[in-house]
């Protein structure tokens, strides 16, 4: 079975920063896809950034400039630092990970922008 356990949210001012972690534990493939995904309440959940076990990564658009996805491989841990933080980014932020056994997601993290 694979874990996943989002940290890092909070309430941050607008123009603020945040960084996010999310840290894998079980059976990981050093194979696998680790992704930011975020939901805000009425809206469907929409995919932010992704990164493969190398180092090819994909940004939704309103993410490109503002956010930056890493990886720990060594650590099973992805990153998402998140800067120039605006009202529009307030949501549920989740971590999803997909290899060859299926795909997991974390239980969330709230991240609220807010004077």
């Known amino acids: 079975q694979v874990q996943l356990v989002e940290s890092g949210g909070g309430l941050v001012q607008p123009g603020g920063s945040l960084r996010l972690s999310c840290a894998a534990s079980?059976?990981?493939?050093?194979?696998?896809?680790m992704a930011w995904f975020r939901q805000a309440p009425g809206k469907q959940r929409e995919l932010v950034a992704a990164?493969?076990?190398?180092?090819?990564?994909n940004y939704a658009d309103s993410a490109k400039g503002r956010f930056t996805i890493s990886r720990d491989n060594a650590k099973n841990t992805a990153y998402l630092q998140m800067n120039n933080l605006k009202p529009e980014d307030t949501a549920v932020y989740y971590c999803?990970?997909?290899?060859?056994?299926?795909?997991?997601w974390g239980q969330g993290t709230q991240v609220t922008v807010s004077s």
């Open positions: 999803k990970l997909n290899q060859l056994s299926g795909v997991y």
């Open positions: 079980g059976s990981i493939f050093r194979i696998n896809t």
């Open positions: 990164m493969n076990s190398g180092t090819a990564t």
